[in-house]
């Protein structure tokens, strides 16, 4: 029984994406495998812009991009199934 709810547990712990002060290439590149997204960044400087959030499996794409649009003050554009990412 203990056993069972730990394993649970840890399952949970995996469900989430967590950073703190990471790059956003990074959380970038964890979401194109979470999602199966594609990501341009315009400007390569984008990628080391610093990022804290934690990002739950089941919200959806467009939810997630919402609030690192407002956390990190860049933008993404969805042009023909790819997302461009710009300030």
């Known amino acids: ?3 069972r ?9 995996r469900e989430v994406l ?6 956003l290439e990074l959380l970038i590149e964890d979401l194109s ?3 199966g997204a594609d ?3 315009k400007d390569n400087k984008l990628k080391n ?5 934690s990002i739950n499996k089941d ?3 467009e939810e997630v991009l919402a609030m690192i649009q ?3 003050k860049i933008k993404f554009h969805l042009i023909e199934r790819r997302y461009i990412i710009t300030q």
Do not use: H, K
């Open 1 to 3: 029984e203990m056993q």
């Open 5 to 13: 709810s730990l394993v649970g547990s840890e399952m949970c712990i």
């Open 18 to 23: 967590r950073y703190d002060n990471d790059s």
């Open 33 to 35: 495998r979470w999602y």
């Open 39 to 41: 990501f341009d960044f």
């Open 49 to 53: 812009i610093r990022i804290s959030a």
């Open 59 to 61: 919200t959806p794409l």
């Open 70 to 72: 407002t956390t990190a």
